[in-house]
């Protein structure tokens, strides 16, 4: 199984991007999605979250701003970002909780799975 994210990028304070992320492999289903991300020097915050019916919770710096939301048929999530601000600047994470079909042995498995990461920067 992987998640592979993309729509990192640069823009400046007041812009917008959109964050795109696939889960894909031996996926029997995927429950809560949600992104992270990892300022320079700073813990890891999670960002929003989306339960599988589609209920939401986002960190207060970003509610108002930033809308996730996910396709549950092709196993993505996304991550609306607008009004960017310089403290948006960090590299995201996907996560996603799933359920999964391991080879060997075989028998089935529940993960967290982490994506690789995009970088987004706003300049002021």
């Known amino acids: 199984v992987q998640l592979q994210a993309s729509g990192g990028g640069e823009v400046q304070a007041g812009g917008s991007l959109r964050l795109s992320c696939l889960a894909s492999?031996?996926?029997?289903?995927?429950?809560?999605m949600g992104w992270s991300r990892q300022a320079p020097g700073k813990q890891r915050e999670l960002v929003a979250s989306?339960?599988?019916?589609?209920?939401?919770n986002y960190a207060d710096s970003v509610e108002g701003r930033f809308t996730i939301s996910r396709d549950n048929a092709k196993n993505a999530v996304h991550l609306q970002m607008n009004d960017l601000k310089p403290d948006d600047t960090a590299v995201y994470y996907c996560?996603?909780?799933?359920?999964?079909?391991?080879?060997?042995?075989?028998?089935?498995?529940?993960?967290?799975?982490w994506g690789q990461g995009t970088l987004v920067t706003v300049s002021s």
């Open positions: 989306i339960s599988r019916s589609g209920r939401t």
């Open positions: 492999g031996s996926i029997i289903a995927v429950s809560d």
């Open positions: 996560t996603a909780d799933i359920l999964y079909q391991r080879s060997a042995p075989l028998s089935n498995s529940r993960k967290n799975f």
